[in-house]
């Protein structure tokens, strides 16, 4: 193995820039999607249904639509086009017209002069329903006779991979560890619930404003349900708010266009937080039972996985998660033979969808347990025995397909298993509280599997104002998307950073970039500039010579402008204005980096990630307190180390949350939490001593260039803070999140020596 090229968490800090964009947020420009005020805007206001699964016999909105005040009234009835929309399985209604399949969901639509006025609407709306046995449970909805969630069953999603001669394996397997694991459903708790505002554009079209990952598919799905050409809608992704995922499928878009359509003018239309717990979309809980096997020598030799998940009501994401949970169960090891069954059950909960983590981050806090008890079992340090156990780099991915060759994961493992956390004590009690040390090693997919929107165009241009313009149709969450595409565009122009205008996420300002999703957009980024980028400098520079009157020889491109031996020569304004409309524009198409193999969903390029965590654990009250985590980030060259630490330190502290705070439970479909003074998450306060060391090796030869930080860091955290608190206690952990009630049964079973 060649050197590790490493930056410490102080040269990344040291090497981060204010964000671009820090001054304006911090003002409040640009502001939520919802504070646009449109001339003559209507407030909205969603009818919500009261059963979880119900038959709608009947809806009179008479009483309602007479109310002054009340512009109009919009059920399933009004749509003029497409009634439902999805992703791989179109399954959900814009607005229901014969049943309702989990609390909240949305019946008819109101649009009047203020919000309290379609408040009260709402309440004079009549309908009748006719309840329908209840599925709230993921195992009971796969069992013969189960009420029908939808008409065609309830197994919506059902995924086998096997490969080796697992009989074989499992009669050379001394050491077994058979365990049943629950992950629970966890809610995106973003600062802005999902709202913003549908208005005419004046020219019989209409602009929707809404914190989305997609304009250019939200604005499909629209048109499709107006029944106009695509080409009248125009969708523009705001860039504050936060969505970890839970803004990736449209929610309320489609009925604020509606009611746009419906009554000619703006319409806001905002979930309150309740309103937004029952309607958005939760990361699945999952049961998952592994069996796993290694010899006397700590060889990995069989691996069984079975998972059961709760999609909710609808599928939104859902057999995406359950295809990347089929594929991160086995984690960056060898084994002689693998079988992975996993199945995605309809029930009347809520609708889980996409999450940061994305169906990954279940399993992998399941294996990392079995890792660690399989260590012990043979007496073999956890570092040493995954060291012992990493698939080559370049092996076949985990489902056997093609994959970019990368030795991430053993340069993160090796990274940490030198350090003094690991290499010190890893469990001792001071007074009341016990101390443990864990380590976890998990790799994890970027973009979007084989068959997947995968393919993407970025564009690059000189705008009429003088700034380089990259557009593309990403949309900036928070995630500091401006910051990492005005680094790496200077790093491959040669331009200073502020010379950069990132235009993003305005379906009619920029191309069709698919999807911000899946830690794919700072990579696509990176590939644009190294595909074209010198090209269309080298293009401009030569025309802009010409129109000067210029050598092209001596000018390159600097910060400002032109340079030439002497210093700047001519500012970007001057190049836009002699240039003017025959300034060249690249328009960059990046085709599908995907395997080769043909298996699908199946994922071409990973990123790798270990841990080390240390917590503390309260005896008196069970409490779990997370205090040191260190990071090893295999994630190739760091693109912004802005971007790249509030990836991963933003991304640990929500992995955090998923170990030790949040629990979202359902009781007959109903939510036991509505809002964040009941559910719990990590604050800054609860925020462990974290350290974040990135590697940035790649193999010669490597084409992927950056991997994506922006959902390793929830993967790596939960099973690295299970595994310390399983050290910490000698506690088996089988569910997330660790409550101190467990610990404490578990003490009063087995007290402190």
Not at 288 to 302: E, P, Q, W, Y
Request: net charge negative; charged share 20%.
């Amino acid at each position: 193995m060649t050197p590790h090229q490493l930056r410490s968490h102080a040269e990344l800090s040291a090497a981060t820039p204010p964000r671009p964009d820090a001054a304006a947020k911090l003002a409040g420009r640009p502001g939520y999607p919802t504070d646009h005020i449109a001339p003559g805007q209507l407030h909205g206001a969603i009818l919500g249904s009261p059963h979880p699964h119900a038959r709608i016999v009947s809806i009179d909105t008479t009483e309602a639509a007479a109310m002054p005040g009340v512009v109009a009234i919009v059920t399933a009835a009004d749509i003029p086009g497409t009634t439902h929309y999805g992703l791989r399985v179109v399954d959900r209604p814009v607005l229901c017209h014969d049943k309702v399949r989990c609390i909240a969901d949305p019946v008819a639509a109101v649009a009047a002069t203020t919000r309290e006025l379609a408040d009260a609407a709402l309440a004079r709306i009549r309908v009748v329903y006719e309840p329908l046995p209840l599925v709230d449970d993921a195992e009971a909805a796969l069992a013969p006779g189960a009420p029908p969630v939808h008409e065609r069953g309830n197994l919506l999603h059902a995924t086998r991979h096997q490969r080796g001669d697992l009989d074989a394996a499992k009669r050379l397997g001394l050491h077994v560890v058979d365990t049943t694991y629950e992950s629970p459903r966890q809610m995106h708790a973003f600062l802005e619930t999902e709202g913003g505002v549908a208005e005419p554009d004046g020219a019989g079209g209409w602009v929707v404003r809404f914190g989305c990952h997609n304009p250019e598919r939200d604005r499909q799905v629209i048109a499709a349900m107006l029944a106009v050409p695509a080409g009248r809608v125009r969708v523009i992704g705001t860039p504050v708010g936060g969505s970890y995922g839970g803004k990736d499928e449209l929610t309320v878009q489609p009925i604020a266009a509606l009611l746009a359509w419906k009554t000619g003018r703006a319409v806001r239309l905002h979930l309150r937080r309740g309103e937004s717990t029952d309607l958005g979309v939760k990361r699945h809980a999952m049961r998952i039972r592994m069996r796993t096997s290694c010899d006397a020598a700590g060889r990995l030799r069989s691996h069984e996985t079975w998972v059961l998940a709760d999609t909710g009501a609808y599928a939104t994401h859902g057999p995406e998660v359950l295809d990347a949970a089929q594929e991160h169960a086995v984690g960056p090891y060898r084994h002689d033979a693998v079988a992975i069954d996993a199945r995605l059950a309809y029930t009347n909960n809520g609708i889980a969808g996409a999450f940061r983590g994305f169906g990954a981050v279940q399993v992998q806090f399941a294996l990392e347990q079995q890792m660690d008890r399989l260590a012990r079992a043979c007496g073999s340090d956890p570092a040493a025995f995954r060291a012992l156990n990493l698939a080559a780099p370049d092996a076949p991915g985990p489902l056997g397909q093609v994959v970019a060759p990368f030795d991430g994961p053993a340069r993160a493992l090796d990274v940490v298993s030198r350090y003094p956390l690991w290499t010190g004590p890893r469990t001792w009690t001071d007074g009341r509280w016990r101390r443990g040390v864990g380590l976890a090693l998990v790799h994890r997919s970027d973009g979007f599997g084989r068959g997947g929107p995968n393919s993407s165009r970025i564009d690059l241009a000189l705008g009429a104002d003088g700034r380089i313009e990259l557009r593309a149709g990403f949309t900036e969450l928070g995630q500091n998307l401006v910051g990492a595409i005005q680094a790496l565009a200077a790093r491959h122009l040669g331009c200073a950073a502020s010379d950069v205008h990132p235009v993003l996420g305005d379906s009619a300002r920029t191309p069709d970039s698919g999807p911000v999703a899946a830690s794919r957009a700072t990579t696509l980024v990176w590939r644009a500039l190294e595909a074209r980028g010198a090209q269309w400098r080298e293009t401009l520079l030569t025309l802009a010579a010409a129109r000067l009157g210029e050598p092209a020889g001596p000018l390159r491109f600097g910060a400002g402008g032109l340079w030439d031996r002497s210093g700047l020569r001519w500012p970007w304004t001057t190049v836009a204005a002699i240039l003017g409309p025959d300034a060249p524009v690249a328009e960059i198409e990046l085709t599908a980096e995907e395997t080769p193999s043909a298996i699908e969903s199946a994922h071409f390029v990973f990123g790798a990630c270990a841990a080390l965590c240390q917590v503390a654990v309260d005896t008196w009250t069970g409490a779990v307190r997370v205090e040191r985590l260190v990071i090893a980030a295999a994630l190739g060259p760091v693109a912004s180390p802005a971007g790249f630490l509030g990836q991963m330190e933003g991304g640990a502290l929500m992995g955090i949350g998923l170990a030790t705070t949040e629990h979202l439970p359902m009781t007959g479909g109903r939510y036991g939490a509505r809002n964040l003074d009941t559910y719990l998450v990590p604050t800054l306060a609860d925020s462990p001593a974290l350290e974040v060391i990135a590697v940035e090796n790649v193999p010669d030869g490597d084409t992927v260039g950056p991997r994506g930080a922006g959902e390793i860091g929830v993967n790596i955290a939960t099973p690295a803070v299970a595994n310390a608190i399983a050290t910490a206690l000698s506690m088996p952990v089988e569910r997330l999140p660790v409550r101190p009630d467990d610990v404490l049964d578990f003490l009063e079973r087995a007290p402190c020596p």
